[in-house]
């Protein structure tokens, strides 16, 4: 069992930076592939970006490609959703989730999920 606890969600201006953080418990990140998705108001839940257990290998959506980087701590316990030159169409709840199988851009190949961190973008 593993539970994700996201959090450094806001309201930032566009053009602004936020940080967002998943901590573990249970388990660490160590040997697990972790991503994180989005859902706005009225829209199926989105790929945003993911990274590899060992973080040699990392994935992200093409609307945040340039712009957000994702990244692990060096206790491989915290995974990192840098967020740069956000844009009102960000705005949405970001998840994390730890992957269990399948494609890593898929939802539905994560088998645990947080409970979600708003992020809102807006002047």
């Known amino acids: 069992q593993v539970q994700l606890v996201e959090s450094g969600g806001g309201l930032v201006q566009p053009e602004g930076s936020l940080r967002l953080s998943c901590a573990a418990s249970?388990?660490?990140?160590?040997?697990?592939?972790v991503g994180w998705f989005r859902q706005a108001p009225g829209k199926d839940r989105e790929f945003v970006a993911a990274i590899s257990w060992n973080a040699d290998n990392t994935y992200y959506a093409d609307s945040v490609k340039g712009r957000f980087t994702i990244s692990k701590t060096n206790a491989k316990n915290t995974v990192l959703l840098q967020m740069n030159s956000l844009k009102a169409d960000d705005t949405a709840v970001y998840y994390c989730?730890?992957?269990?199988?399948?494609?890593?851009?898929?939802?539905?190949?994560?088998?645990?999920w947080g409970q979600g961190t708003q992020v809102t973008v807006s002047s």
């Open positions: 989730a730890a992957w269990s199988r399948g494609s890593v851009y898929i939802a539905d190949s994560y088998a645990y």
């Open positions: 249970g388990r660490t990140f160590g040997t697990v592939t």
